[in-house]
Structure formats: C-alpha cells, structure tokens
C-alpha cells in the first residue's frame, strides 16, 4: 500500500523558516509530478509548489520567491524550504504524488502537517 508520510511542520515567528519532507512508500511505480497544497480553516485547499520528475516547479504567486520545492528521486522524497513566513502561510500542509504503474495513473496525499506562523 502507497503512504506518504511527512515530517517538518510546526510553530515559528514571522520571518522564521521551516523545512517540509514528505517521502513516498517503495513501490513497483513510477513518480511522476510531485506537489505541496495547504488548507487554511475555512479555506479550501490550494496549491502552493508543484514539481516534475526533470524537476520543473511552479508556485503559487503567493509564495514566489519565498519557498521552494525540491526532490531527491533515489530517495521519493520531496521537499519545501519555507523561509520569511508570514501568519497568512498558517495551515495545514499536504504532499501530493503522482504514480504510474504502466498505463495506470494514481494520486496519492499524505496525511497533513500543520504550520502555525504566530508571534
């Protein structure tokens, strides 16, 4: 079975940084996109990086300059370097994969991890 399991959130000042990992189960699979989305209450959930397998990112606006996403292929982990946080990046974190067996396409969530940036 597929997990994704992430490690790294927690409580920080404005200004401060955090580092998100999340890393996906070994499998017979491919990875492909791999991304990072957030949920702050009473919000859906929105992208915040994205990242492909020849490691091609995008970001939200929001975050542009900020953060930044990478991956380490030999090891299905991706990362998020959080720096200059400000208490609007409050939320809880998701990792996204993207599989492939074949032909076959899944997508995958960890469980979330909150991001509480507060003085």
């Known amino acids: 079975q597929v997990q994704l399991v992430e490690s790294g959130g927690g409580s920080v000042q404005p200004g401060g940084s955090l580092r998100l990992s999340c890393s996906v189960s070994?499998?017979?699979?491919?990875?492909?996109?791999m991304g990072w989305y957030r949920q702050a209450p009473g919000n859906q959930r929105e992208l915040v990086a994205r990242?492909?397998?020849?490691?091609?990112?995008n970001y939200a606006d929001s975050v542009k300059g900020r953060f930044t996403i990478s991956r380490d292929n030999a090891k299905n982990t991706v990362y998020l370097e959080m720096n200059n946080l400000r208490p609007e990046d409050t939320a809880v974190y998701y990792c996204?994969?993207?599989?492939?067996?074949?032909?076959?396409?899944?997508?995958?969530w960890g469980q979330g991890t909150q991001v509480t940036v507060s003085s």
């Open positions: 996204n994969a993207d599989l492939q067996w074949g032909k076959k396409f899944s997508s995958y």
């Open positions: 070994r499998g017979k699979f491919s990875i492909n996109d």
């Open positions: 990242i492909t397998s020849s490691r091609s990112t």
